[in-house]
Nanobody
Framework: EVQLVESGGGLVQPGGSLRLSCAAS????????MSWVRQAPGKGLEWVST????????YYAESMKGRFTISRDNAKNMLYLQSNSLKSEDTAVYYC??????????????WGKGTLVTVSS
């Protein structure tokens, strides 16, 4: 069974930074695209970013461009999200998600349990 375990969330002040991590196991991590999605309190799921199987192509939601950076280490089966200049509206549970193909256009088929990011002074 695919395992995705997020970590790195916590309480951060506005303008601060966090690096989220996702440890992947029980599948061939290096051949699938991966994504981050989030869910703010009382709201629906929001796509954050996607990276292709190689790490060569990354895509971001408009509100995250220039502030968030997605990356991956296929040798370590790890996905990352560097989040800078955090705003209160970035408060959410952040989920790591596996795509069912190597490129960003494929859908998501597995999700982790999430890590909570709270941006507050």
């Amino acid at each position: 069974e695919v395992q995705l375990v997020e970590s790195g969330g916590g309480l951060v002040q506005p303008g601060g930074s966090l690096r989220l991590s996702c440890a992947a196991s029980e599948f061939t991590f290096g051949v699938y695209a991966m994504s981050w999605v989030r869910q703010a309190p009382g709201k629906g799921l929001e796509w954050v970013s996607t990276i292709d199987w190689s790490g060569g192509y990354a895509y971001y939601a408009e509100s995250m461009k220039g502030r968030f950076t997605i990356s991956r280490d296929n040798a370590k089966n790890m996905l990352y999200l560097q989040s800078n200049s955090l705003k209160s509206e970035d408060t959410a549970v952040y989920y790591c998600a596996k795509k069912w193909g190597p490129e960003g256009l494929y859908g998501m088929d597995y999700w982790g349990k999430g890590t909570l990011v709270t941006v507050s002074s």
